[in-house]
């Protein structure tokens, strides 16, 4: 069960990655053209536009990668019902971890693969963020 654990988590990880990465990717490709747009109508407040806009951007990308999560637990059979799986999967990814749900024996080593893709992925977006305030200054 331990390989069955792994090799699942890895191919969560790996498709979240590839969202991400893919999402990220497009995003940039516009950014330029979004800036434009935001000067016309924010003038003095482009830069706060274009950071909002950015922050709520990589928001939607890291809520696509809990879900993901959410799905995989679902479908699995690890939670028999949508919410429990989507709550779980955000406080876990969120690396938040209450733990007023724990997953089965059978299934926990996913949970610490999903924490570790959330860190990952949130110091990834923060790093990104970094980088769209860069080129828009």
Not at 6 to 11: F, H, I, K, N, S
Request: proline residues 1%; positive net charge; hydrophobic residues 55%.
């Amino acid at each position: 069960m331990i390989v069955q654990q792994l090799a699942l988590g890895t191919l969560v990880i790996m498709i979240n990655a590839i969202v991400q990465a893919e999402l990220f990717t497009a995003f940039s490709g516009r950014l330029e053209k979004v800036v434009i747009h935001l000067r016309r109508i924010f003038r003095r407040f482009t830069n706060t536009a274009t950071i909002v806009i950015c922050v709520l951007f990589v928001m939607s990308v890291q809520t696509v990668n809990v879900w993901v999560w959410s799905l995989t637990f679902y479908f699995t059979g690890v939670f028999q019902s949508l919410e429990p799986s989507l709550y779980f999967s955000l406080v876990t990814f969120s690396t938040l971890g209450f733990g007023d749900i724990i997953l089965d024996e059978k299934w926990r080593l996913l949970s610490g693969l999903a924490a570790a893709n959330g860190l990952l992925s949130f110091g990834w977006s923060t790093a990104y963020m970094v980088e769209l305030v860069r080129r828009t200054q």
